[in-house]
């Protein structure tokens, strides 16, 4: 079923809520809701459950306000995931080297592999994000109005972006430990921690709540998983020693 920009009848029109007021902060804290339910670099999924979302709160249609006020949302959320995949890249490609030292039981020399991983991939993040904050703030790049992200949105999404990286240290070295069980329940309490944080902080903060929500979101899922990450080495360094 497609969605609607125009009401079906003058009875749903009037049933209507107050539209210049529908996209509230619970709203956004709804849709973060969804995002947190899909891996970052697939966090564009959540955009059907968003227009539903829209689409519940207005009656039954969308206007074309409120799609609209989606778009700079989504886009960077698209941000989000794209940058993801540099996050991911060095590692990929990095992966036979990571792979061998674990598979020798040499976790200093494997973990010092992801490290430097991890530091390039923070390089390489904080190299376009500010290619791209000139690109949209100090030149000023033309895009409509409603494509266009403020500058708290674009640090924001740069925020996520790095806490991504290191969480992926951390999940590469429970991965490479065979701990995928402990690196499951790391990133189930995370993503209740951040759907928690996202209505908490929204409701008391609006927009801005949001923004902390989403970076502090990824924030959690980074220290979580880098915490059972060192405390698997632990085991690790234990079991070798003995």
Known sequence: MGFRTAPMSSAAA????????????????????????????????????????????????LAQ???????????????????????????????????????SRDYRRGTRIINFAMVGSIIMLVAVYVGLFVVLFVFNLPLPVKYSPTPLL??????????DALFIR???????????GVMAIATTLSAAA??????????????LGLVIAVAGGF??????????AWWQLRIAFDSKAT
């Open 65 to 103: 306000q409120q799609l609209d006020d989606l778009a700079a949302y989504t886009l960077v959320t698209l941000i989000i995931m794209a940058m993801t995949m540099i996050s991911r890249a060095l590692f990929q490609a990095l992966l036979p080297e990571i792979s061998r030292p674990f598979a």
């Open 154 to 163: 674009l640090i924001m999404a740069g925020t996520a972006n790095l806490c």
């Open 14 to 61: 009037a049933e209507a809520v107050d539209r210049d007021n529908l996209f509230t902060p619970e709203t956004p804290a709804e849709i973060e809701t969804w995002c947190a339910k899909y891996p970052a670099e697939w966090r564009q999924s959540a955009v059907i459950p968003a227009l539903h979302i829209l689409q519940d709160a207005n009656g039954g249609w």
């Open 194 to 207: 951040t759907i928690s944080l996202s209505f908490l902080l929204v409701r008391a903060l609006g927009d």
């Open 170 to 180: 951390g999940a590469w070295i429970l991965t490479r430990l065979k701990k995928t």
């Open 219 to 228: 924030g959690i899922l980074a220290a979580v998983s880098n915490a059972a």
